[in-house]
């Protein structure tokens, strides 16, 4: 990543770019969430989409990733499957207590 | 001095490829991830594990959750905008403009310091009027547990703010590369804290 005075500007222009794009996109979350997609379950998808993009406008832009070095990414590629795992845990949990005859 | 006690403060090490404080900033918001990806996974197992009809529904919209949509969207616009606050103070550091760069450190903190005081004052205070507790309803428990374990984040954010901001600004003086890559990780902590809160909103007050 650049660290002139140039590339700062650079920096900057983004930051404010990113910070509009939130503000926006949470304006949209939130007439999402009074419009029904059919069922709710599309209104919960279409919400984490939306939080997703919004994550993914930080991550790059504000927490530097876009200019970052292999090493954070391999933390945060490890860290996403361990995160993923934690996701799947709920699911699971659901298809034993179905083969069991719970509830 | 510290130099050689903590090498690589400001330089990057040759192995990683970034400087120490990146790094362990990084690590331990990966173990961030994991903490409030637990509580993240409870709430899905709670939600879908809820009865449809009856006293134990999930509740869903402001009518069964009692919570405000205005103060939640009120108060991701204050985390967004102090997010950007926080970037911009970086980016003037990086400037040598050391005093912009302070006054946006300190904006950053209390723009803080006013999200946690709405989520205080407007919304627990509130919710403990109305006999809402974290025992009323699993959904109210995970409700307390997130935003509470999210809002202990913000106040420890606020404390390190205005620590730099106050007798941990004299830094500079000494060392303004060193100062700014301080920054640069209080940062990367301040952004991870408004990434948890994206996801928050979103699940507890408006699905």
């Known amino acids: ?103 | 001095m510290s130099a050689e006690l903590m090498p690589y403060t400001i330089k990057d090490h040759p192995v990683t490829g970034v400087y120490n404080g990146k790094l362990g900033i990084w690590l331990f918001l990966a173990s961030e991830v994991m903490l409030f990806g637990a509580l993240f996974s409870t709430y899905i197992l709670l939600r879908v594990t809820a009865p449809e009809i009856g006293p134990a529904k999930w509740p869903i919209g402001h009518e069964e959750t009692h919570l405000s949509v205005f103060i939640g969207t009120l108060n991701t616009f204050i985390l967004i905008t102090s997010s950007v606050t926080m970037v911009l103070c970086w980016a003037a550091l990086k400037k040598g403009q050391f005093d912009k760069g302070r006054a946006l450190l300190v904006l950053t903190a209390v723009l803080g310091a006013v999200f946690l005081f709405i989520k205080l004052w407007f919304e627990y205070r509130t919710k403990f009027a109305h006999d809402l507790f974290p025992k009323t309803s699993t959904f109210y428990s995970i409700y307390y547990v997130i935003t509470g374990l999210h809002g202990l984040h913000v106040l420890a954010g606020v404390v390190v703010m205005f620590y730099f901001a106050g007798p941990g600004s004299k830094l500079w003086k000494d060392d303004p590369d060193y100062f700014t890559n301080r920054i640069e990780c209080t940062g990367l902590y301040w952004h991870f804290v408004d990434l948890v809160w994206i996801f928050v909103f979103p699940l507890l007050y408006l699905l």
């Open chain 1, 1 to 103: 990543m650049g660290t002139s005075h140039a590339d700062i500007d650079k920096h900057v222009r983004a930051y404010i770019g990113v910070f509009i794009s939130l503000a926006v996109l949470t304006a949209v979350t939130v007439a999402a969430s009074h419009i029904e997609f059919g069922s709710h379950s599309t209104n919960i998808v279409v919400g984490m989409l939306i939080a997703a993009v919004k994550a993914g406008l930080v991550a790059t832009i504000f927490m530097h990733l876009k200019w970052e070095k292999k090493i954070i990414y391999w933390v945060l590629v490890l860290c996403f499957v361990l995160f993923a795992v934690l996701m799947i845990v709920p699911g699971l949990t659901m298809i034993t207590s179905m083969t069991v005859g719970g509830s």
